[in-house]
């Protein structure tokens, strides 16, 4: 049931600092969720069933741009923030394309991401079989699987 939504928008709620990330609530056609991210551009939002959003955020740094790919639960907060990118390396967010059961899109390169959501958590061993470039927390639980087609490339210009 994966659909694009319009009317979702970022209200800040904190000023970030030199120290701390600021935090920003997510706002749905104006009301607010009581749901805050660290980071304040959305790029896209997705809805995945009734109570999902997967949301595609960056922070308007320059030459060093991140994207942070969050799925919230309007019942339970956020469930798992993923960054893709790395130091040095900037990119933008395009080709956005939705499918009945995933996201995909470009970012860095002349990679295709795609990203699911399984109908239940899942475990994953921290530092293997995620595609280079991305990051998540550690955690036992995660809820977001990504992948890139083709992989994408080293700092040389290999894959």
């Excluded at 660290?38 to 959003?53: G, H, S």
């Excluded at 740094?61 to 994207?67: G, K, R």
Aim: proline content about 7%; glycine content about 8%.
């Amino acid at each position: 049931m994966f659909m694009q939504l319009d009317k979702v928008t970022l209200r800040i709620r904190e000023e970030p600092t030199t120290k701390t990330m600021g935090k920003y609530e997510v706002l749905i056609a104006e009301n607010g969720t009581g749901i805050a991210v660290p980071v304040q551009i959305l790029e896209a939002a997705v809805q995945v069933d009734e109570t999902r959003l997967l949301l595609f955020l960056t922070d308007d740094i320059p030459y060093e741009e991140m994207l942070n790919i969050a799925l919230i639960d309007l019942n339970d907060g956020v469930k798992e923030i993923l960054t893709l990118g790395g130091a040095y390396l900037t990119g933008s967010f395009t080709d956005l394309h939705i499918a009945p059961n995933a996201v995909e899109f470009s970012f860095i390169g002349e990679t295709t991401w795609r990203v699911e959501i399984p109908p239940s958590p899942f475990v994953k061993v921290p530092f293997i079989g995620d595609s280079r470039g991305v990051s998540r927390p550690l955690a036992l639980r995660h809820y977001i699987k990504i992948n890139a087609s083709p992989a994408p490339a080293r700092t040389g210009g290999r894959r």
